[in-house]
Nanobody
């Protein structure tokens, strides 16, 4: 059974940095994609970034491009989301999710989800 566990959230001042981790277990993830999504209070869930487990190819939402960076450690089955130059509008619960196949940008295309981790950015 696939399980995802996010960690690394917290409170940070605007302009600061955080690194989120998503530890995956339950299978090998070759041929899978890992996505990050976020949901702020009163708003719909939105795509943030995604990475292909096998190739390392990445894709970012325009709102985070140049500020967020994805990486992975296949030996640890862990994906990292390095967030820099954080803004108050980045405040949200961040979720990782995984799907078999290529990178996708809509949540409905992902099969497994973590429980989320809160990121709060103060102005």
């Amino acid at each position: 059974q696939v399980q995802l566990a996010e960690s690394g959230g917290g409170l940070v001042q605007a302009g600061g940095s955080l690194r989120l981790s998503c530890a995956a277990s339950g299978r090998t993830f070759s041929g899978y994609a890992m996505g990050w999504f976020r949901q702020a209070p009163g708003k719909e869930r939105e795509f943030v970034a995604a990475i292909n487990w096998s190739t390392g190819n990445t894709y970012y939402a325009d709102s985070v491009k140049g500020r967020f960076t994805l990486s992975r450690d296949n030996a640890k089955n862990t994906v990292y989301l390095q967030m820099s130059s954080l803004k108050p509008e980045d405040t949200a619960v961040y979720y990782c999710a995984t799907r078999r196949g290529l990178i996708a940008t809509t949540g409905a295309q992902y099969d497994y989800w973590g429980q989320g981790t809160q990121v709060s950015v103060s102005s």
